[in-house]
């Protein structure tokens, strides 16, 4: 028997809670894991408070990440001691998720914990950091370089924002930080933000083509904010488009595309194969240390993330937020 947060629905709506289930209810996969750490994300947010139809059947597990032990392993790629770590993958929506003392899932979309990063610090990072670093390694793969000029963050007091922020600035780039949140302008400069702007400069309609201004850009936000991201990259930069918290709309102009050459990168941590995967953990195992997470992470146990899920949807929470599923 173990402990997880498992999400119901019924006539009466959507119901989560602390509950307790056998082994024999995890049927999924080749691999089973004793679950560590998981965290709690936006879609996380939606599938425990019914906000949104994340969850595809009931009842169901949240958690599209975690990191763990193999307790058993069908296969020879993994064996019983590996530490291994998953992000996506239909788990938490499909497939039983994180929020749980175990897991079973298939051996394709774990890889093994890279060497020098702790569980707690793999955690931290995330599907968040993991989905920054993604959006980085994309923008360099376009050409972005640290003597291309500012970038740009929006929703940088968030999750991905906030990785996007201090990976971007210790590796070297100049960040600009886009956010709504004028008492969080000291823990953006902290991050490395050498300059913050109001989202309100974003997020209403613009023009086609607005003044140049940044080599490249990560956006979470969507909607008219990306549109008028696209609209201000300078002559040949890229942006690396990974969220819609502003909506899934693109009320954009093609100008920037073929007056410009702006190159919109779409990025998807869900699905990703698992080469960008390892390469993606690998690099940010190598930039940041357990200090470098103390600033962003807050752990909590299975109970509290129901209330901080409800806390998340509503903008109240800054930086990440780590289940430890054994607390």
């Known amino acids: 028997m173990f402990n997880c947060l498992l999400v119901n629905k019924d006539d009466k709506g959507y119901s989560a809670s602390v509950a307790e289930l056998s082994d024999d209810k995890l049927v999924q996969g080749n691999v089973l894991v004793n679950v560590q750490y998981s965290t709690l994300n936006y879609k996380d947010a939606l599938a425990i408070t019914g906000t949104a139809p994340v969850i595809r059947s009931f009842p169901m597990v949240p958690g599209i990440d975690f990191v763990g032990t193999v307790e058993q392993s069908e296969t ?5 001691g590996d530490q291994v770590l998953l992000n996506g993958f239909g ?23 890279p060497d020098g990063i702790s569980p707690l610090q793999s955690m931290s990072i995330g599907t968040a950091g993991y989905t920054a670093m993604l959006c980085i390694l994309a923008l360099e793969k376009n050409g972005l370089t640290p003597e291309s000029g500012k970038v ?47 989202r309100a400069e974003l997020s209403s309609a613009g023009k086609p083509l607005m003044k140049e201004q940044w080599a490249g850009a990560v956006d979470s936000i969507g909607s008219h904010t990306l549109a008028n991201v696209c609209a201000s990259i300078k002559y040949g930069g890229s942006v690396a488009a990974c969220g819609l918290a502003q909506g899934m709309d693109l009320p954009a102009s093609v100008a920037p595309f073929i007056l410009r050459g702006v190159s919109l990168l779409g990025i998807d941590s869900v699905m990703r194969p698992k080469a960008d995967r390892v390469a993606a953990w690998q690099k940010l195992s190598e930039l940041l240390t357990e200090n470098e997470m103390q600033s962003i992470a807050h752990v909590i146990g299975l109970e509290e993330s129901i209330t901080v899920a409800e806390k998340l949807l509503k903008g109240d929470v800054t930086g990440r937020i780590v289940v430890d599923v054994n607390k």
């Open 76 to 80: 020879d790629e993994f064996n019983v």
């Open 91 to 113: 788990v938490g929506e499909k497939y039983m998720g994180g929020l749980s003392q175990k897991a079973k899932v298939n051996s394709d979309w774990l890889i093994h914990l």
């Open 152 to 198: 740009l963050v929006t929703g940088a007091t968030g999750g991905v924002g906030s990785f996007a922020v201090k990976l971007l600035s210790l590796m070297g780039y100049t960040v600009v930080a886009s956010t709504g949140s004028s008492e969080q302008h000291d823990y953006l400069t902290n991050l490395g933000a050498s300059e913050i702007i109001d």
